[in-house]
């Protein structure tokens, strides 16, 4: 395992009894990061899935093993507070990286030094484009968001695309969006210095929320 201090990126999973699935993103790490300095962190939500695998097959992750679902933000500040890496990645326990991945998103961060964070193309598994980059919400997001019906049975109206940002983006050139999904975010850790994820939120809303934390800041240092 690499030394904090030589750490380049902290690496956070949360799991809560997805260990099969983590196992393969643990894989798909390994095999990408190469000569990369980072820690992986996997803060564990009491599964009863057989967590104790983490170790045997990667003995140089660092596994906190929680007596309960403290919820996404709660177990991620844990992590969050312990590691010092320039840079910090926050995956979903059912995702898996493509080959240069990291080195690509460090360099955007180290070459944009104004961008907190950056939210990269999530593929599903049958290789669609997912709506991971979103604007905020409005009244009209719970008919009209990702997995709503609406959106699923007429995926190009106008209120959807508006809500979607993804939808917008040409795949190549980078954009500037309200939020991203916490499926996978590159997060510089000044900006975490300046904005604490909520503890009090179990899933989904703490990214939305953190991310107008952030825009606050932002507005704030610009005054």
């Known amino acids: 395992m690499q030394s904090k201090m030589q750490s380049m990126i902290d690496i956070v999973i949360v799991n809560f009894n997805s260990t099969d699935y983590l196992l393969k993103c643990l894989q798909s790490i390994y095999a990408d990061l190469e000569e990369i300095p980072a820690t992986v962190w996997v803060e564990d939500n009491g599964s009863a899935d057989g967590i104790h695998r983490i170790t045997d097959q990667f003995p140089a992750v660092i596994l906190t093993r929680n007596e309960r679902n403290l919820g996404f933000g709660a177990a991620v500040n844990q992590s969050l507070k312990k590691g010092v890496s320039p840079y910090v990645v926050l995956l979903n326990p059912d995702s898996r990286v493509l080959k240069g991945f990291f080195r690509e998103v460090i360099s955007f961060m180290e070459l944009n030094s104004r961008i907190a964070i950056t939210g990269p193309r999530i593929l599903d598994e049958n290789g669609s484009l997912q709506g991971s980059a979103r604007a905020f919400p409005t009244p009209l997001t719970a008919l009209f968001g990702r997995s709503s019906l609406v959106t699923r049975i007429f995926p190009n109206n106008p209120i959807t695309r508006a809500n979607l940002l993804t939808s917008c983006s040409d795949g190549i050139c980078p954009m500037e969006v309200d939020w991203v999904s916490g499926a996978c975010m590159v997060i510089r850790r000044k900006a975490i ?22 825009l606050i800041q932002k507005q704030l240092l610009e005054v």
């Not at 210095?193 to 929320?209: C, G, I, P, R, W």
Request: glycine letters at 0%.
């Open 193 to 214: 210095d300046a904005v604490e994820l909520d503890n009090s939120y179990m899933t989904f809303n703490e990214q939305m929320q953190w991310f107008e934390k952030l």
